[in-house]
């Protein structure tokens, strides 16, 4: 049976006939959108992003975490063409209107125009940070992209130049539609909808978190907007200025990373499940139908009685077996007192243990790390939006929520505990310390890492480690000085652990490599126990090892 299992990051429909999905199993899948059935599949080396039919129905090209976007025959995937000179992740790539060429964005700054046998046409340099999003201008060979850089630069084939650079205040701006006017509306990490004419700007706050995705229909002057504040709101630009025509809060297991229109009044979105999900916008109604989970495993938690996973589908199981349903996808597994925290894409603070609600927050949540204060028990959890929820055990089975942190202005990637210091990394590259005695900032480093960091690691006595998609090593002293440190991975790095000493520091990346750093020799062993990604790492202090969660459901052991 055909399915994904692991989330579907991209989806894309074409008229009435078909629906294609890319996945974190870095699986493509073509559907038939009258059965929902699986025709056929195709597979990436890495992460599938994103997915996109030509204008005809006839291809379909995939972009990927594999440094590749690749051209497909519909509806069968067979394989056309490669098209591989990317350097780094390929986020979304989009046909031309009319013309067989393909553009490309990708995080390694550059927008890039393929035609359809393979061949590099043009290479566009100029933005600063990762390249999210690009669009074909209606009617024309010019090309808009947007960046973390925050800006929205316009390029031109035929000069193989840049006509316009528009500053977007800073702001990271993941997503841009454009209509067959000209217009342009983009969508940023403030949740406002920034419409760009022909003579003036205007900003319109849209949502309460960040827009991941603007899904423009210029036939039908309907634009859809996707944010993680769990919400999709649908849009009449016929006037040229967005007018909320509907809102509706999103299923549990869809993902605000992808949606698109299908036939007739419907709309299909990407999952944590295994597959996609549908709403008819005109009848207010998403598809009743349950979507399968899949078993990807997002956090593990090595304890004396048991091993405890949590991944996509909400479901903990110890060594295996199920105990408990959160009902969300969750990111971390904190232990705090009698119970483990965690939590993720509803914003929602659960103790795994009883799947049981402790607090909610306004947008997903990350990561968690538990510290003593006062002779008091506490654990900081980060979120998308920047905070550090910082909640208080006040009981056997109960917690309080204390405060926000305000650690970072993006998402919080990782969080850590060492000595009297918290110390958190930011996806966009930043790093910040507290105090744990008196909760108060000691520092932050705006360009602590060279790309987006993913994760960190108390190595002790104030000391930390943390990872980015730089593929280095970062060791910070409780001055907050810091040692870079090469590795031997070759894809981004995903998540990092450290030994009880602090002296063995493991890494593990979106590729399936765990690299062990040993601190005193300065020498690194490397294994790849799968070729999933590495979701998390964590050591476990009784048996000496280190324990490894993967996107393919298992958990993998390394010893120190």
């Known amino acids: 049976m055909i399915q994904h299992r692991g989330p579907i990051s991209g989806i894309a429909a074409w008229q009435n006939a078909y629906v294609a999905t890319a996945g974190y199993d870095n699986q493509v899948i073509c559907w038939d959108q009258q059965t929902g059935k699986a025709i056929s599949r195709s597979f990436h080396d890495h992460l599938a992003n994103q997915c996109a039919f030509s204008p005809d129905g006839r291809h379909l090209v995939s972009s990927s975490s594999d440094y590749t976007a690749r051209l497909w025959t519909v509806p069968d995937l067979r394989l056309v063409a490669v098209l591989a000179d990317q350097e780094d992740d390929v986020e979304m790539s989009v046909f031309h209107p009319s013309k067989e060429l393909i553009a490309t964005a990708s995080r390694d700054h550059r927008v890039r125009v393929y035609d359809f046998s393979g061949r590099l046409v043009a290479r566009f340099a100029g933005h600063t940070a990762d390249v999210i999003s690009v669009e074909w201008a209606r009617g024309s060979d010019e090309l808009i992209s947007s960046s973390d850089d925050g800006t929205i630069k316009r390029w031109s084939l035929e000069t193989g130049g840049l006509v316009a650079d528009l500053d ?14 000209g217009t342009i509306f983009a969508g940023n990490d403030e949740g406002q909808i920034i419409v760009v004419g022909p003579a003036e700007r205007s900003v319109l706050p849209a949502h309460e978190a960040g827009i991941k995705r603007l899904v423009l229909d210029d036939a039908r002057n309907l634009l859809v907007s996707l944010s993680y504040d769990r919400t999709m709101q649908l849009w009449d630009v016929s006037s040229g200025t967005p007018e909320r025509r509907d809102t509706t809060e999103l299923p549990d297991d869809v993902w605000p990373r992808s ?14 499940g295994a597959g996609y999900r549908g709403y008819d916008y005109e009848g207010r109604a998403w598809d009743a139908t349950e979507v399968p989970p899949t078993q990807g495993v997002n956090a593990v938690l090595p304890a004396a009685d048991g091993t405890l996973t949590i991944g996509d589908a909400g479901i903990v199981h110890r060594d ?7 009902g969300s996808l969750c990111n971390f597994l904190t232990p705090l007192g009698n119970l483990v925290v965690s939590g993720g894409q509803l914003g929602k603070v659960f103790d795994a ?17 538990a510290f003593e204060r006062d002779g008091e028990q506490y654990v900081v959890i980060g979120a998308y939006t920047g905070e550090g929820l910082l909640l208080r055990l006040t009981g056997p089975d109960t917690v309080e929520h204390v405060k926000d942190l305000p650690l970072h202005v993006n998402a919080v990637k990782g969080v850590a505990v060492s000595g009297d210091l918290i110390f958190s990394v930011a996806a966009d590259a930043s790093a910040t310390w507290y105090r744990i005695s008196d909760l108060e900032k000691v520092a932050g480093i705006e360009d602590a890492h060279d790309r987006i960091a993913n994760g960190c690691a108390g190595l002790g006595k104030g000391w930390f480690a943390s990872v980015s998609r730089d593929l280095k090593l970062r060791v910070w002293d409780p001055q907050q000085r810091v040692e870079v440190l090469d590795t031997p991975h070759t894809h981004s790095i995903k998540c990092v652990a450290a030994s009880a000493d602090g002296n063995i520091v493991a890494t593990g990346a979106y590729n399936g490599r765990i690299a062990l750093y040993d601190r005193t020799t300065r020498e690194w062993r490397v294994l790849r126990p799968t070729t999933a990604g590495i979701s998390s790492l964590t050591f476990d202090a009784a048996r000496g090892r280190f324990a490894a969660s993967s996107y393919d459901g298992r958990v993998y052991f390394a010893e120190v």
């Open 259 to 272: 949606c698109a229109f299908a036939g007739g009044s419907r709309l299909v979105f990407a999952t944590f």
């Open 320 to 326: 295996g077996a199920q105990i408990a349903e959160t």
């Open 168 to 181: 977007m205040d800073g702001i990271e701006t993941d997503t841009i539609a454009i209509s067959s006017g």
């Open 353 to 369: 243990l009883t799947g049981r609600q402790l607090h909610q927050h306004r947008s997903p949540l990350n990561c968690g790390a």
